[in-house]
């Protein structure tokens, strides 16, 4: 009983973006602390390079992601 968990709830988004809505998207500040639109090659890049930049569990969440609806290995 040693071990540590947690329910952890992942949000991945996905967005074709609409150019037009992407500068009128606000984040809530209790909930996010920053966001940033990127490719998903940025994505998989960002995750190789630095993944301390995102969270613990984004990784897993996002693998979940591919695997579902951008049908990558």
Known sequence: ???I?????DYVFLFIP???????????????KNSKWITTSELD?????NPDELTT???KAYDIVKETYLHRE
């Open 5 to 9: 968990s947690e329910n952890e709830v």
């Open 57 to 59: 569990w984004f990784e």
């Open 1 to 3: 009983m040693g071990d």
């Open 18 to 32: 609409d150019h037009s809505i992407v500068s009128s998207i606000m984040l809530n500040p209790k909930e996010a």
């Open 45 to 49: 890049e960002l995750l190789r390079n």
